[in-house]
């Protein structure tokens, strides 16, 4: 990882995304400073996925993006991002590859799909593998393990280039509860220094709401609110009614939103 950045990690700036039928993102602007844990909140369909897409260059919105204070057009270190899907957990079983080899595939975003494994790559592999307490089980097939163990061995991938920015889609969708608690609790130990900058998309704020610092809180493709995670469990209610368009009485109890 590198060492303190001053300019924003990403500069989002007018963003504004249209599928064939419908604009899923309208004019979104917001930053991500170094060290920021970003939840990025809002009901089905409010367009988390299609930002986080965006953000990855996967999908060609009209607006400004900048990573790392550079255009996103011109950069090009796209190791120093990583991303962690929903789809993660439900890697295909019969795919005859062991948890080592995943984790190695997660280097070829660095160094080329071509070039040899040497031996500080194995190095990394098995740092990255042990910060998830998955080096034991490096030789097993993937496919043999349990969901939550599946997902620890994506965060190592993830993890292998030691990046700057992780990017999560609601990680723990299909993995046990039990499980989702260490996952959350590895994300804790790994934003110990406060260098590294996360952005997770979550149903479920409040069960990460220590880790989280800002809140994005998108309504129909638009910011809703965007704020620190303490003035967020401060709204009033006319905000929060707002925010969850819902028929219904709105209560605030101990942080949490119930309708
Ligand atoms: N490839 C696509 N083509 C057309 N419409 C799409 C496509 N992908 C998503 N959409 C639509 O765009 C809107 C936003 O989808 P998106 O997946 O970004 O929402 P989301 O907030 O991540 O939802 P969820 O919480 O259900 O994952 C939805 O109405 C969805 O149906």
């Known amino acids: ?4 950045i001053t300019e924003p990690i990403i500069e989002i700036k007018q963003l504004t995304y249209d599928y064939p039928d ?3 993102l309208n004019e979104v602007t917001f930053n991500v400073q170094q060290g920021q844990f970003l939840a990025i909140v809002g009901e089905n369909g409010s367009g988390k996925s299609t930002l986080i897409k965006c953000m990855l260059g996967l999908l060609k919105p009209k607006g400004t993006i900048r990573l790392f204070g550079q255009d996103q057009a011109a950069f090009s270190d796209w190791w120093r991002i990583s991303y962690v899907s929903q789809k993660a957990a439900s890697f295909n079983s019969g795919f005859p590859v062991t948890v080592a080899e995943v984790v190695e595939m997660g280097l070829y975003a660095k160094k080329g799909l071509f070039r040899r494994v040497t031996k500080q790559d194995r190095q990394k592999v098995r740092t990255a593998l042990e910060t998830v307490g998955m080096w034991d089980r490096r030789d097993s097939k993937v496919g043999d393990l349990s969901g939550g163990q599946q997902q620890r061995v994506f965060i190592a991938r993830a993890l292998v ?3 700057d920015l992780m990017i999560l ?9 039990r499980y989702v608690k260490e996952f ?3 994300l804790e130990e790994l934003r110990r220094d406060n260098k590294r900058t996360f952005v997770l998309v979550t ?3 409040h069960f990460v709401s220590k880790l989280v ?3 994005i809180h998108l309504v129909d493709g638009r910011l809703g609110c965007n704020c620190g995670i303490k003035e967020y469990w401060e709204l009033d209610e006319q905000t929060i ?12 109890h101990e942080g949490e939103v119930v309708q």
Do not use: A
């Open 241 to 252: 009614r707002s925010l969850y368009p819902v028929p219904g009485r709105v209560l605030i």
């Open 22 to 24: 419908r604009r899923v």
């Open 169 to 177: 889609d609601e990680p723990t969708v299909g993995v046990d509860q």
């Open 213 to 215: 610092t800002d809140v």
């Open 161 to 163: 280039n030691d990046p």
């Open 203 to 205: 149903h479920d704020i």
């Open 1 to 4: 990882m590198t060492e303190p």
């Open 184 to 186: 959350y609790e590895i």
